[in-house]
C-alpha cells in the first residue's frame, strides 16, 4: 500500500533536534511529513500531524506505545534488538495498527553475525588446500586478520545499504532518520528533506523537554554523532543518486553538512 504512494512528490524527514523550535512548521501543512519518536508533541501546537512515524528504538517504543498524540500518524516500527518487533512487544490491537519493518542486516545475517570470526577462521584454514587443488587460481596471500576483516565489511556494507524494498527490511543505519529516508523512497519521492537533524548534543538533546531518565541515546553517539551518521549518509546520497532521487540537510544550523544543504523557507517561495 505505500509503495510509490507519493511518487514523484518531495518529502520532509523530521528529526526532534532543537532546531525544529526555530522552524517554521505550519509551512510544512500541505506537505508529505515522516516524524520520527516524539515529534508529533511540537506538531500538537500547530493542529496538524505527520501522515507518518518512525520509532526505531526498543525503550522509545515501550515508552511511546500508548501516547494519544502518536495516533494521529501513521506509525511504522523497527526493533534494533528484534528480527520480528511484533512478536513479544504488543498488544493485537497496535499490531493490527502498527506498520512492523524487520532490519534488513537482521533478517539476511542474524543467524551468521555471532559465527563471523569462526567463519574467517574456518576460511583461513581452509583456503591454502582450495588454491592448492585450483593452482590457477592463486592469489596474494591474504592474513587471517585480513579474512576476518573483509568479511566484516561485507557485513557493515549490507548493512549500510539503502533498502530501495521494505518488504525485504529495512537498513536502521545509527539513527531512526535513515529509516524516514528509505521510507520516503519506498514512496517515490523524488527529493527529501531532512529537517530537526542536528547532529549535535553539545547544548540542548531535542526539540522538547525530556526526562533525563528517559534520555536513551548511547553516549558514544551523543559525543561524535557525525562520526557514526556521516559514513551512512555517504552510502545514502550514493544509493539515492542512482535512481535520480535527491537527498538535502534543510535542517536550520546543525552540523550535518555531509548532506547538500537548502534553506528551509526558500522551499515554500513563489
Known amino acids: 500500500q505505500l509503495k510509490n504512494k507519493h511518487k514523484g512528490a518531495r518529502i520532509f524527514c523530521l528529526g526532534n533536534g532543537p532546531s525544529i523550535k526555530k522552524t517554521d512548521l505550519s509551512l510544512l501543512k500541505n506537505e508529505i511529513v515522516i516524524g520520527s519518536n516524539h515529534i508529533n508533541k511540537i506538531f500538537a501546537d500547530y493542529g496538524f500531524f505527520p501522515q507518518y512515524c518512525c520509532i526505531t528504538d ?12 502518536l495516533k494521529k500518524s501513521t ?3 523497527a526493533d534494533h534488538m528484534n528480527l520480528s518487533p511484533q512478536a513479544d512487544l504488543f498488544t493485537n490491537q497496535e499490531k493490527a495498527d502498527y506498520i512492523f519493518l524487520l532490519q534488513r542486516s537482521k533478517k539476511i545475517y542474524s543467524p551468521l553475525h555471532p559465527f563471523l570470526p569462526l567463519l574467517a577462521n574456518t576460511y583461513h584454514a581452509l583456503a591454502p588446500i582450495y588454491y592448492k ?3 590457477h587460481k592463486k592469489r596474494r596471500p591474504q592474513t ?11 557485513f557493515f556494507a549490507e548493512r549500510s545499504k539503502l533498502s530501495f524494498d521494505l518488504t525485504q527490511g529495512v537498513n536502521l543505519g545509527e539513527s531512526v532518520i535513515f529509516t524516514t529516508i528509505q521510507l520516503a523512497a519506498y514512496m517515490g519521492a523524488s527529493e527529501i528533506y531532512l529537517l530537526g537533524v542536528d547532529a549535535d548534543y553539545s547544548k540542548e538533546k531535542y526539540c522538547f523537554k525530556i526526562d533525563e531518565s528517559k534520555f536513551y541515546t548511547n553516549s558514544n553517539f551523543m559525543n561524535d554523532p557525525l562520526g557514526a551518521i556521516n559514513p551512512f549518509f555517504e552510502i545514502f546520497k550514493k544509493d539515492l543518486a542512482h535512481v535520480d532521487k535527491k537527498l538535502f540537510n534543510a535542517t536550520i544550523g546543525g552540523k550535518l553538512d555531509s548532506v547538500e544543504r537548502k534553506d528551509f523557507y526558500s522551499l515554500f517561495e513563489k
Open 58 to 69: 526498543r525503550k522509545r517504543i515501550l515508552e511511546l506505545r500508548g501516547d494519544e498524540l
Open 75 to 77: 506509525i511504522l516500527v
Open 133 to 135: 587443488i585450483t593452482p
Open 144 to 154: 587471517l586478520a585480513d579474512r576476518k576483516a573483509e568479511l566484516i565489511r561485507k
